[in-house]
């Protein structure tokens, strides 16, 4: 039987001229995550991330620095390896687009694309903008000024060397239709068949050392440098052997996948597909573009002052839960909102109440009852087959989901098998068997239970690489983890002693979450779908003939336009009764009625109004909102309401009386 091709898995190289924050941070962690998860089924692995070291903005970083930008570099590296280093990110190989190693095979691709005839030399004219290292056309630029800093353009004339990547449109967009998952997710690879439905302009792949002097320099004419892109997308091909070892290169390439993000999409499907058309080199199986963290629904950035550092959050929660949390709020290919917030609220929820919470009150009954030991016994339980197939259901979805990246589908229906196994605690309440003294039942109960903790420590373990194995030794087993492939329900051995069960995700307590259960929302469950967020478009990219396309994030970014806003139906409605939730502190079922239509729904606000206070109240709610069940109440919709200065809650209303079910826009 043939070996199946090592998982060879890549991160974009990450510009040595800042520090990287959160989003950066995201890619690697989905590396590493994709890295666990084919050797935990028994795959050889290759994982590469690096650093791309050349251009304007390091070469001005470093300056502005007073040092070179070797030094500046160098500098920077060593914060990205301490970076991964913190967040456990076991990467096998590191490239820099300084090392000889690139920087040969960087000459050795411009030799062989311009001896091929694929790169040409051509002397144009256009507006330049210094500091953005771009030309622009004279119609981009009416008031000769930069479109994107504003500063100043010169009109430049300048001779430069072209790679004809018009020369190769035709088949890239023909092995795009006839590789359909080469480009993922669907709606990315629909904007690249539109980027490519226009024609494909050359791309101008140096720079004249006059201008720049810091990059690799161009094999046939020294006079000039490689334009920064040719040279970082190289470093896929350079970091494992090309040309130099071809036997290894051959046991790697084709990557299995390029991990991105959405911003640099073309760059990687259209530049990088070309130049390995020309190179004669077979194109990577999958090139995914993720979404983008955003803040409070804009870009983060340095000049805005909202860049999340990863390692505060690690310092404050723990690598494991900063792990969890980014897989599983984000829809891997949507973009998500960051905020504190949704993190305390998602750790509380899945984390401690729903798997830390079941290991612990599991076993701390088991210690009580059965002096810790699980019996296999004889399974009579109903509900004994119906979780085993469950479970064996919830593998193999994982796996598909997993192979598919798609790391939030994976993390939500491991969470299904908890929810399940939770309610199986509830349902079969081991504290009466107990005391009717049911022994061979409640001994059902536990292993059911225990395997069940077994079983999703095997599925967390890619992102919850340090937790996953505490799960496994509170229950009284080794922590090294068999291939996930030979993973089957039952396989807890009978007599296996469970330790003490300490809580693996302690609840969290903070100042913040009072505030936030104050005002109802701690109560309610985390969104389960991760994608509440608008599912921004990726920047669009303008080639103009003289320059690559502008790679900078559009503004448009973080904003929605109106078609977006106009998917969440909100309408006027009026509240016909309200109760409170038995046993909870803020919430509210309330009755309303818009147009002909009734709703039930359920509010967090019942420390801020009594249920009699609002009958006749006109609200605004949010009509197409997912049915949710929260403490068990059905709620179809959301009613709107805002924080107050002193810690209150304002229901949202109209400023004159409207009629029920009209909509507000
Ligand atoms: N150097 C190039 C990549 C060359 S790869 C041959 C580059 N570097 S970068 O440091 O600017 O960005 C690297 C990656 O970080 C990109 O994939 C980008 O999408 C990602 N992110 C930057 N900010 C991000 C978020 N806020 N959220 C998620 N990812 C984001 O581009």
């Known amino acids: 039987m043939s070996q199946p091709k090592k ?25 590493d995550t994709a890295t666990r998860f084919q050797k935990a089924m028994g795959r050889e692995t290759w994982f590469l991330t690096g650093s791309d070291e050349h251009g304007q903005k390091v070469e001005q970083a470093a300056k502005a620095k007073g040092i070179t930008p070797i030094q500046h570099t160098d500098q920077l590296v060593e914060k990205f390896k301490s970076l991964w280093t913190a967040l456990d990110i076991r990467y096998d190989d590191f490239i820099r687009t300084t090392e000889e190693r690139h920087r040969k095979t960087v000459q050795y691709v411009l030799t ?27 119609k981009e630029v009416p008031e000769k000024v930069c479109p994107d800093c504003k500063r ?18 035709r088949t890239l967009i023909d092995y795009i239709n006839a590789h359909p998952d080469f480009i993922r997710p669907e709606n990315r690879k629909n904007e690249v068949l539109g980027f490519l439905a226009k024609p494909l302009q050359d791309l101008c792949i140096s720079r004249p050392k006059k201008r720049l002097s810091w990059g690799i320099e161009v094999p046939f ?6 334009y920064v892109w040719v040279d970082a997308l190289t470093n896929y091909i350079s970091a494992i052997g090309y040309p130099s070892d071809m036997e290894r290169f051959n046991k790697t390439w084709p ?14 499907a259209v530049y990088w597909s070309t130049m390995l058309f020309a190179l004669g080199l077979p194109l990577p199986e999958i090139i995914f573009a993720h979404g983008w963290w955003v803040i409070s629904g804009g870009k983060m950035s340095k000049s805005v002052g909202n860049v999340v550092n990863p390692l505060d959050l690690v310092g404050k929660y723990g690598i494991d839960a900063f792990r969890f949390f980014l897989f599983r709020e984000m829809a891997f290919g949507s973009d998500a909102a960051f905020s504190e917030d949704a993190f305390v609220i998602r750790y509380n929820a899945d984390l401690a109440n729903d798997f830390g919470n079941l290991s612990q009150r599991t076993l701390s009954m088991l210690l009580k009852r059965r002096d810790g030991v699980f019996h296999k016994g004889t399974a009579t339980l109903p509900q004994s087959r119906e979780i085993a197939d469950l479970a064996a259901a919830v593998k193999k979805d994982y796996i598909a989901s997993m192979e598919n990246f798609l790391f939030h589908e994976a993390l939500k229906r491991t969470w299904e098998l908890i929810s399940r196994l939770n309610k199986f605690v509830d349902e079969a309440a081991p504290w009466k068997l107990a005391k009717e003294e049911k022994w061979a039942e409640l001994d059902q109960v536990f292993y059911i239970v225990g395997e069940g903790i077994r079983f999703c420590a095997y599925l967390v373990q890619p992102f919850m690489p340090h937790t996953a194995p505490k799960f496994l030794e509170q229950i009284g087993l080794p922590t090294n983890f068999v291939p996930l492939k030979n993973l089957e329900w039952g396989q807890l051995p009978d007599g296996t002693k469970c330790k003490e069960a300490t809580p693996i995700f302690p609840r969290l307590d903070t100042p913040r979450i009072e505030t936030l259960k104050k005002a109802g929302k701690a109560e309610i469950q985390p969104p389960k779908e991760g994608a509440a967020h608008a599912n921004l478009p990726a920047p669009s990219s303008k080639p103009s003939p003289l320059s690559p396309p502008a790679l900078a994030p559009s503004a448009a970014d973080g904003i929605i336009n109106y078609d977006e806003f106009m998917k969440t139906h909100l309408c006027v409605a009026v509240v ?39 009958i006749g109240k006109q609200v605004v709610m949010v009509k197409n909102l997912k049915p949710a069940k929260i403490r068990g109440v059905e709620s179809h919709g959301m009613i709107l309401a805002a924080g107050t200065p002193d810690g209150g809650l304002a229901i949202v209303t109209t400023d004159r009386p409207s009629s029920p079910g009209i909509r507000v826009k």
């Open 7 to 31: 998982f060879y898995i890549t991160t974009p190289i990450y510009y040595a001229n800042a520090e990287l924050h959160i989003g950066h941070a995201f890619t690697t962690l989905a590396a």
């Open 112 to 138: 062989t694309l311009h001896e091929k005839g694929d790169i040409y030399s051509a002397t144009y004219t256009g507006w330049y903008c210094t500091p953005c290292e771009r030309f622009w056309t004279e």
């Open 152 to 169: 100043p353009v010169e009109e430049l004339e300048e001779k430069n060397y072209f790679f004809k990547m018009s020369k190769y449109q």
């Open 221 to 226: 004419d020294p006079e000039y440098v490689t």
């Open 255 to 268: 990557a299995s996948c390029h991990l991105v993000g959405k911003d640099i999409l073309t760059t990687h």
């Open 576 to 614: 016909e009764s309200a109760e409170k939730i038995p046993e909870t502190d803020k919430l509210l079922k309330l009755i309303v009625r818009l147009g002909e239509e009734t709703r039930q729904l359920v509010a967090g606000i019942a420390l801020h109004y009594k249920p009699e206070d609002l």
